[in-house]
């Protein structure tokens, strides 16, 4: 992942971090983040990765991204990852919202985006 700053445009797709380094970095550089915490060969991360993409495209204000923490363990106990996937909402780098309850269609993710609680 590129260095990002505040100033950077949010972008329209999903991006693909690598390590807690990477997401500290995305956090730091947009005011609201999804982290779709996802693992390899889970069909329900496959599944619902198109639909996070769509989220991405649908709202400008929002920058979306997808990390497997099996990569970097440490995301597992920091962000208490559970279950897969695992959908956390980040407004100015602080934890606001999590949707951890397998599959979720665009309809439920952007009720989610409104009403985090």
């Not at 693992?39 to 709202?59: D, F, K, M, Q, Y």
């Not at 990852?81 to 407004?91: G, K």
């Amino acid at each position: 992942m590129t260095t990002a700053t505040r100033t950077d445009a949010t972008p329209d797709r999903p991006v693909a971090l690598d390590s807690e380094a990477d997401l500290d970095e995305l956090l730091a550089a947009h005011d609201r983040v999804l982290v779709d915490f996802y693992t390899e060969g889970c069909t329900l991360c496959a599944s619902i990765e198109p639909v996070v993409g769509n989220v991405a495209r649908a709202h400008e204000d929002l920058a979306v991204a997808t990390i497997n923490p099996r990569d970097d363990p440490p995301l597992i106990e920091r962000f208490r990852i559970t279950s897969a996937p695992t959908l956390v909402l980040f407004e100015d780098g602080e934890e606001v919202g999590r949707l951890a309850d397998g599959f979720q269609g665009g309809d439920a993710i952007d009720a989610f985006l409104d009403d985090p609680q």
